[in-house]
C-alpha cells in the first residue's frame, strides 16, 4: 500500500521567501507528526497532530512556522521568511496510534 | 528531553551479531521503547518496539531489562546494507496522544 508522502523532495529558495512543503500520510492514520533534520543530526520535533485535538506546537522553534493539517488528512508546514539556519530535511510521520511511519522527506536549502 | 542515551558510533564485522545498546533509566510504566533506523538520505525505518517482554521478528530482537532502564537491540547476523544510524526512542503516552522522543542515535558501520 502506498506509504507517507511528501512534497517537493527537494526545496531551494532565497531568504526572506515563505515555502510550503507538504505531507500526506498513509491513509486512515490518526496521528501526523514533522520533524526537521540538520545535516548530521538527530530528528527535531516541530509539531503533532491527533484527530480532531489541538494540535502539539510545543517544537515550532519561531512564529515563522506553523503548520494546517486540512481534513484530517493533509498537512501542510509553512516556513514565513526563511533564513539560512532553516535549511535542513524536513520529516513528516503518521501513526494509527502506535508505530509511525516516516515519509522520505524534503530537503530545504535557503541560500 | 530526549529520555534516551546511546553511543555515538559502533563497528561490526559483516555476519556477526551487531548488539547495539540504549539506556532510558527515567521511562515509566507504561512508555514503549520503540528502534528505528535511518539510511542515508531517506526517512526513517521502524524495526521493532517492546514495553516489557523480550521482541523478535524478521529484523531483529529488542532485549529489554527487568527494570526497564536499558534495552539492546540486536541485529542477529549484520550485512553491509545494515550500515546506518539507529535511534532508539521512548514513546511517551501525553494528554492528545503519542509523543516519541528520538536521541542522537548511533551510528553502525558494517565493516566487511
Known amino acids: 500500500g502506498a506509504g507517507v508522502s511528501q512534497s517537493p523532495s527537494n526545496k531551494v529558495t532565497e531568504k526572506g521567501k515563505d515555502v510550503e512543503l507538504r505531507c500526506d500520510p498513509i491513509s486512515g492514520h490518526t496521528a501526523l507528526y514533522w520533524y526537521r533534520q540538520s545535516l548530521g543530526q538527530g530528528l527535531e520535533f516541530l509539531i503533532y497532530f491527533q484527530g480532531n485535538s489541538a494540535p502539539d506546537k510545543s517544537g515550532l522553534p519561531s512564529d515563522r512556522f506553523s503548520a494546517e493539517r486540512t481534513g484530517g488528512s493533509v498537512s501542510t508546514l509553512t516556513i514565513q521568511r526563511t533564513q539560512q539556519e532553516d535549511s535542513a530535511v524536513y520529516l513528516c510521520?503518521?501513526?494509527?496510534?502506535?508505530?509511525?511511519?516516516f515519509g522520505p522527506g524534503t530537503r530545504l536549502t535557503v541560500l | 528531553d530526549a529520555k534516551t542515551t546511546q553511543p555515538p558510533s559502533m563497528d561490526c564485522a559483516e555476519g556477526r551479531a551487531a548488539n547495539l545498546p540504549c539506556n532510558h533509566s527515567t521511562i515509566s510504566g507504561n512508555e514503549y521503547v520503540y528502534w528505528y533506523r535511518q539510511i542515508h538520505s531517506q526517512g526513517p525505518q521502524y524495526i521493532i518496539h517492546?514495553?516489557?517482554n523480550n521482541e523478535t521478528n524478521e529484523m531483529a530482537s529488542l532485549i529489554i531489562t527487568e527494570d526497564r532502564k536499558s534495552s539492546t537491540l540486536i541485529l542477529p547476523h549484520a550485512t553491509l546494507r545494515d550500515t546506518a544510524v539507529y535511534y532508539c526512542?521512548?514513546?511517551?503516552?501525553?494528554?492528545?496522544?503519542?509523543?516519541?522522543?528520538f536521541g542522537t542515535g548511533t551510528s553502525l558501520t558494517v565493516i566487511p
Open positions: 510521520a503518521s501513526s494509527a496510534g502506535g508505530t509511525q511511519y
Open positions: 517492546g514495553l516489557k
Open positions: 526512542i521512548v514513546r511517551v503516552k501525553t494528554n492528545t496522544g503519542n509523543q516519541f522522543y
